[in-house]
């Protein structure tokens, strides 16, 4: 075997073997398998035994290994919010998805799986270590938001074109990077680490082997002409961005405001847009330039008079929100704790009822059977094991008990909450549309003025006899007076039109603001309490189970000591 298929080999574990593996049959993550997962997780002998008697809390599961699971695809990982570490490495999965929640993950690998494509990672903002080895991605791409990524390993896919690897310039905490065993990395006379390495100044390793001070100079004179057009690119993109952010977060506002296109004469200009009737009649010259002026100062007026009032209100809605969501968290974080410390006293009661049942199985084991001292310790376990349920019961309802209320207490809060913020933006609304009404009444002052100013005009010109110097769209007007009444007509209409299109806009956004505002909040806590009610409820059985099992593993622990004595 050659130097090179030695390499590869060593480089790249085989489809074979991992296909040889005794996987279980193809599936989805979900629930029984987190929980299987967790209690399976690193301990051995007694520390296992004790760690599988401790409760299952969602909440505190900070790592999860699914290696070798079969996994087709991924799900139900919602159920653990403070997740900082994830192995799904050694499975099947074709897509990254359902993972946008895990907001805490730091660490996250996805090695020797079928991936084609880097998605769905743009929310894990503290995510520090990425592995994607081993899968069939074509291209890198999509991870420019992880701004506290530390080491990306995406060595062993398909990726054959360099468009991407300038990307992660922008990923400057970004210090090892492996892309060994792609095609790229394979380009006879190209050397592959030399242009990383002048290419992302912020690495400090490329396949795991340190970059020296003199390997960075000789790489960037290597590729000068390629770093001088990477970097100009990226210096305007930079400032494109920075552009970008302060527009789009002002956009934001405006648009959370409801007076987004308000700050200036964009609704004057709309009104103007499509209007034919309009621009026949500014035909006749000064007299309708100098009523437009006016027009347009007026009506800029009340545009101005509506943002300014849209942001003030904006400023007290954001406050009612906070101010609801702080006490929402506030009400979960107390009840929390007090459900936390039900469960500590009780798992030191559970400590001594099992070491009690331990003591009493164990004499149990040395009697003999049905005897009176057998007899005697079966009483004695029978009234651990009736003490144990009942302590088990009372605080399942005890913290089942806190749940629904604290569920219906966050029901009442949520349409308090409702009622609050449909009165303040019905306020809002109703201020507004005062503002629209006195911008219909400009409208109509303008095509009153209008009428007469054309009236005047055609009236002048046939004083004068100088009909030819009239427009030749308003020369209808010249015999019949009611042309010049429907053309005013027209125009008014349509810049009426505009106005309560931009009103009516305003009021059917505000309402699908509370709307969509309270479906979030309400579905939010519908997942919430369906998550503590399985949180509580595998508590129960795993305590039970445990209980159960105790009297085997009693029995399996002394018979072990025999065969050892």
């Keep these: 075997m050659d130097e090179e298929t030695s390499t590869q080999d060593s480089r790249e574990p085989s489809r074979d073997f991992l296909e040889e593996i005794n996987y279980p049959e193809p599936g989805i993550i979900n629930l029984e398998m987190i929980k299987s997962a967790y209690l399976e997780e690193g301990q051995r002998g007694e520390m296992r035994r004790l760690h599988q008697l401790e409760p299952v809390v969602l909440e505190r599961i900070k790592t999860l290994n699914l290696e070798f699971k079969n996994i087709l695809r991924i799900d139900h990982l919602w159920v653990l919010p403070n997740l900082t570490k994830l192995c799904l490495n050694c499975n099947k999965i074709e897509v990254i998805e359902h993972i946008g929640m895990l907001t805490s993950l730091k660490e996250l690998n996805l090695s020797f799986n079928y991936i084609t494509k880097i998605e769905n990672l743009e929310t894990l903002v503290n995510l520090e270590v990425l592995s994607l080895f081993g899968n069939h991605i074509t291209k890198i791409e999509n ?20 468009d991407g690897i300038e990307r992660l310039r922008f990923v400057s905490s970004l210090k090892v990077l492996n892309l060994e065993g792609n095609p790229i990395a394979k380009l006879p006379d190209f050397p592959l680490s030399q242009y990383v390495t002048a290419i992302l100044p912020q690495l400090n390793y490329y396949e795991y082997v340190f970059i020296k001070d003199e390997m960075r100079e000789a790489a960037q004179k290597r590729f000068y002409r390629e770093l ?10 930079i400032v494109g961005r920075e552009t970008e952010a302060r527009e789009h977060a002002e956009a934001e ?4 405001s409801f007076v987004e296109h308000l700050d200036g004469h964009q609704l004057y200009e709309s009104m103007w847009r499509d209007d034919k009737d309009g621009k026949v009649l500014m035909l006749i010259g000064a007299q309708a330039q100098e009523l437009t002026e006016e027009y347009e100062k007026d009506v800029h007026e009340l545009t101005q ?10 400023s007290e809605r954001d406050e009612e929100v906070k101010d609801f969501m702080g006490s929402l968290q506030d009400g979960q974080q107390q009840l929390q704790s007090l459900g936390q410390q039900q469960i500590d006293e009780f798992l030191q009661y559970r400590d001594k009822a099992f070491d009690e049942a331990t003591m009493t199985l164990r004499q149990l084991e040395k009697c003999e059977e049905n005897s009176a001292e057998h007899f005697q310790h079966c009483e004695e376990m029978d009234k651990i094991n009736e003490q144990f349920e009942d302590r088990l019961h009372e605080m399942w309802h005890s913290l089942m008990a806190q749940e629904l209320h604290l569920h219906e207490a966050v029901e009442e809060s949520t349409l308090n909450f409702e009622r609050r913020i449909s009165r303040l933006m019905s306020s809002f609304v109703e201020e507004a549309q005062l503002y629209f009404l006195q911008l219909r009444e400009v409208c109509q002052h ?12 055609i009236s002048h010109k046939l004083a004068l006899q100088d009909l030819d110097n009239v427009p030749q769209e308003l020369r209808k007007c010249i015999d019949d007076r009611e042309a010049i009444l429907k053309l005013v007509s027209d125009m008014k209409a349509t810049h009426i039109s505009r106005i309560e299109e931009r009103e009516d806009r305003m009021a059917n956004r505000s309402k699908e603001f509370i709307d969509n505002l309270i479906q979030k909040r309400t579905k939010e806590e519908k997942e919430r309490h369906r998550a503590k009610i399985l949180e509580i409820n595998s508590f129960m059985e795993m305590m039970t189970k445990a209980m159960t099992h105790l009297p085997e593993e009693i029995h399996q622990e002394v018979l072990m000591d025999s065969v050892k004595n």
Excluded: C, P, W
């Design 253 to 256: 506002r405006l648009a959370s």
């Design 446 to 457: 303008f095509a009153h003025n209008m009428t007469e100013a054309v009236s005047r005009f």
């Design 228 to 237: 001088r057009e990477i970097e100009g690119k990226q210096e305007k993109e």
């Design 143 to 162: 991870l420019e938001t992880l701004e506290k990524l530390v080491i990306l390993s995406i060595g062993n896919n398909l990726i054959d074109k360099f």
């Design 305 to 314: 008079s509506i943002y300014k009032l849209g942001l003030a209100r904006f």
